[in-house]
């Protein structure tokens, strides 16, 4: 690499006595791709806000752009043209596509006339140079994830950026979508504009990294070229321990078990279309494709939200209506949202609050006031059962991690005996170390006899845990596979030729 | 989204783009409702078109309206503001109270010129409350509304003041244009004052869309946080909505007390929440971020109309009430549920 943008040598940071970082060393050279992978709590966030300027280390020094920086807030961090794209984006959802773009230059950066004429010309050339093409006049609000975030480039470029930082960029994206961002990564490259990446989906981004910086417990653990890592190798670094992988399916169902749902030709128009579907006791089935295949709105379907317009619904042998939530709560089922920090959970509520909600009316004492006690034991019970990683059951949920976020709200749904579990995106956001242990729950409660529904846009965690699994495509189910006539390659294949 | 092929799309289909989203505008909907209510009181009683009623009605909308701006503002950058009645009496009551005291007998204009500074500086009191303090906006105006109440009735007294200067009576009586009456009998005018709602109504547009103020009152509602992040003087932009909130009111509350002779510290208490109304019917949204300066207005047209017109058809003048409440729920529920369904399709399209 010819020049260096960032170099950090032997940074520490330490919050109120904890270390959240110690002794981490990051080159990153003009042009590079970085991916900086990492478990939940390892560092990273850490990390990268120091990079923002957000944070100051506590120790070590860095150097950017060729000065070495004593004071370091967030404004010379723009100054020096590192941009962080944060999850969430940081767009605003009621202005346009332009206004979005250019809001730094043109809105936020001057006083006086506002011409939209200048924004949208600021705006059309930078999509050009990223061989983007996107209606300027519409709202950012209501764009789809992978638009919102070429937003949040394009609007990283037009202030000179010279590093690009995406946290996460890829959670809430399929696997088509990212690869037209990492196409857009490619073309920066060219540029000379160096990305660092911080995710733990890891394949999708190895391919394109020049090089992978591993933290684990705020140490950085491996710095090396991207491809002198194999996944397994990968993931062994992040979690100091080996996980296997495409090993672990799930005991087989048994011949003789019961069918707990079937669907027959199931319609609802502009959503899916004649989808039939067989869930046994003690099975998993994976439901995959692209957003907008029908997944989502199936699984919404699956728990009254949607209710099929035509077509039998049957559990247990018996058709039935799911026309509302009540209906399938009424059934014995089971949803875990796609998005549990909106859908999933109270986040400002403790984790008992979040776990009792759905069986609140049970825990009545004779007076059908609600039995203090008895939730109480409820919620640690379950806390101590999925090992959610917290001190009390008091705390709020928004202090936990991803990954024990989720089992709080599977410890919600499985307090309530489902008999049918449907999750969505069941590990989107979860460090690799959680997953695998959601995943074995998962296994686990299947064979005890419940039927799971998962749907999911991660190949891997499919293959991993499902008997079968269903492909879907504008509506329709095209395909289905058994586990053992499948393999990632082949799914992956079929999932972007979609 | 998609990789550019060619270099230029047809401009056809940015222009279809336009279209359809003027089409599913709020504001086009309320225009519809506007034309469609008018067609059917006109059926009824054709003296609904007549232009003196036209006049009338201008006229008793004239200072909602101004009042309509203020809130409008408020809403886009996310806030609610309830004190903008109190702050349009106060104001010109004691401005009022200042020229009588001073026994000015000059122009009209001495009285907007009097108000609108005091109403600017109320506002800012609100604005110093919500920035610095970061309470509610909600509750910051319900507390500054009940003390600027108060203060007025302890300070000023409660007397409505009925001897206004020369000036603002001549005023009151101005005329732009002059028709007779349908019956035969009189004459209609068209108030001046509806000129003061035009040019404010112009210059609010002109700072929501025309400058970067306005942009960031926008950006303020849609995203605070990221607002603060990308550099927008949120304190600021508050500061100057609220002092431009207390000013648009002040010039409401002159010419409310103008058109109805009497400044009083009280006459426009409990009329916050049917202009709220107006506004989110116009398609502002009570969370923030979005609004138009023709969709407040139009919304102020439409429960006018509903509200004044109700004698023409036929129907007793105590059902306004109701009449007006079913405007808003269908009109704010409307959209709400156009919203809803498109997010589903977006959910399940492809």
């Given amino acids: 690499m010819s020049e260096t943008i960032v170099s950090m040598t032997g940074i520490g940071k330490d919050f109120a006595g904890v270390t959240a970082l110690y002794d981490v060393d990051l080159t990153i050279g003009a042009g590079e791709i970085c991916c900086l992978v990492g478990e939940n709590g390892s560092g990273k966030s850490t990390l990268i806000k120091i990079l923002a300027g957000v944070h100051a280390p506590s120790a070590g020094e860095f150097v950017i752009g060729g000065e070495k920086r004593d004071s370091y807030r967030p404004v010379d961090a723009l100054k020096a043209g590192i941009q962080v794209i944060y999850q969430d984006f940081s767009l605003f959802p009621n202005l346009t596509v332009a206004e979005n773009i250019a809001f730094a230059s043109q809105i936020s950066g001057r006083v006086g006339r506002f011409s939209r004429k200048r924004v949208n010309e600021i705006a059309s050339a930078v999509l050009r140079r990223i061989r983007i093409d996107l209606d300027l006049d519409a709202l950012a609000g209501d764009l789809p994830m992978v638009d919102r975030q070429l937003v949040a480039i394009a609007a990283a470029l037009v202030t000179d950026a010279k590093l690009i930082v995406m946290d996460e960029p890829t959670t809430a994206l399929s696997q088509r979508e990212v690869q037209a961002l990492l196409e857009v990564v490619k073309g920066l490259k060219a540029e000379g504009i160096s990305t660092l990446f911080v995710s733990h989906k890891l394949d999708e981004v190895a391919e394109i990294s020049d090089h992978t910086v591993v933290l684990r417990n705020g140490t950085k653990v491996a710095d090396a070229a991207a491809d002198a890592f194999d996944r397994a190798a990968l993931v062994t670094a992040m979690t100091g321990r080996a996980i296997e992988y495409g090993h672990n399916i799930a005991t087989p169902v048994a011949a003789d078990s019961p069918v707990l749902l079937r669907l027959d030709s199931v319609s609802r128009p502009g959503c899916f279309t004649d989808v039939n579907l067989t869930l046994k006791a003690g099975e998993i089935v994976g439901i995959t494709g692209l957003l907008g295949s029908g997944r989502d709105t199936l699984a919404l379907s699956l728990f009254g939200m949607l209710p099929p317009t035509s077509g039998n619904v049957f559990i247990n042998g018996e058709p039935v209506e799911l026309n509302s939530v009540q209906d399938a709560i009424a059934h014995r089922i089971g949803f875990v949202p796609e998005d549990r920090l909106t859908e999933g959970l109270f986040l400002d509520h403790s984790i008992k609050d979040n776990i009792v909600i759905r069986t609140v009316s049970d825990l009545r004492n004779r007076f059908g006031l609600l039995d203090v006690k008895k939730a109480a034991q409820l919620a640690v019970d379950w806390v101590a059962n999925l090992s959610i990683k917290t001190p009390t059951v008091t705390q709020a949920v928004s202090t936990l991690s991803g990954g024990n976020q989720q089992r709080v709200v599977l410890a919600k749904w499985l307090s309530a005996n489902p008999q049918i579990l449907v999750l969505n995106g069941p590990t989107v956001g979860v460090d690799i170390g959680s997953k695998a242990q959601i995943l074995d729950l998962l296994r686990e409660l299947a064979g005890n006899g419940m039927g799971i529904v998962v749907i999911s846009d991660d190949i891997p965690e499919l293959l991993d845990v499902c008997h079968r699994i269903l492909l879907m495509r504008g509506g329709h189910v095209t395909d289905t596979f058994a586990r053992k006539d499948i393999t990632e390659q082949e799914l992956n294949t079929l999932l972007v030729a979609s | ?350």
């Fill in chain 2, 1 to 350: 989204m998609s990789a550019v092929t060619e270099t230029a799309k047809p401009v056809t289909s940015a222009r279809r783009r336009t279209a359809k989203r003027i089409l599913r505008s709020n504001e086009f909907t309320i225009a519809v409702a506007i034309i469609v209510v008018s067609i059917v009181i006109t059926a009824i009683n054709p003296a609904f078109l007549s232009v003196s009623n036209i006049f009338d009605l201008l006229r008793l909308l004239t200072v909602t309206g101004i009042l309509s701006l203020g809130v409008l503002l408020v809403m886009i950058s996310g806030g609610v503001d309830v004190s903008f009645p109190a702050i349009a009496n106060v104001s010109s009551f004691a401005a009022a109270t200042m020229l009588l005291a001073a026994q000015f007998n000059g122009s009209g204009i001495v009285f907007y010129l009097i108000a609108t500074p005091i109403g600017i500086a109320l506002g800012l009191l609100n604005g110093f409350f919500v920035a610095r303090f970061r309470v509610p906006t909600l509750i910051v105006t319900l507390g500054t509304s009940s003390l600027f109440y108060g203060a007025a009735l302890f300070f000023l007294g409660g007397q409505s003041i009925f001897t206004l200067p020369a000036g603002t009576i001549e005023f009151s009586q101005a005329s732009l244009i002059t028709v007779p009456n349908p019956s035969g009998t009189g004459t209609t005018s068209l108030h001046p004052a509806v000129l003061i709602l035009a040019v404010l109504a112009v210059l609010v547009w002109l700072l929501l869309n025309h400058t970067t103020l306005g942009r960031q009152i926008y950006a303020l509602g849609g995203n605070p946080t990221v607002a603060e992040r990308s550099g927008v003087n949120v304190h600021r932009v508050q500061y100057f909505i609220y002092a431009t909130v207390g000013g648009l009111a002040a010039i409401g509350g002159v010419t409310y007390a103008t058109l109805y002779r009497n400044a009083n510290p009280v006459g426009l208490q409990g009329g916050e929440l049917a202009v709220i109304a107006a506004v989110v019917l116009g398609g502002a949204l009570i969370t923030g971020g979005r609004g138009t300066v023709i969709g407040s207005l139009f919304g102020v047209l439409l429960i006018g109309i509903v509200q004044n017109s109700l004698v023409l058809v036929g129907l007793p003048a105590t059902w306004q009430q109701v009449a007006v409440g079913i405007v808003l729920i269908i009109g704010t529920g409307v959209p709400a549920l156009r919203a809803l369904r498109q997010r589903r399709a977006a959910n399940g399209g492809s």
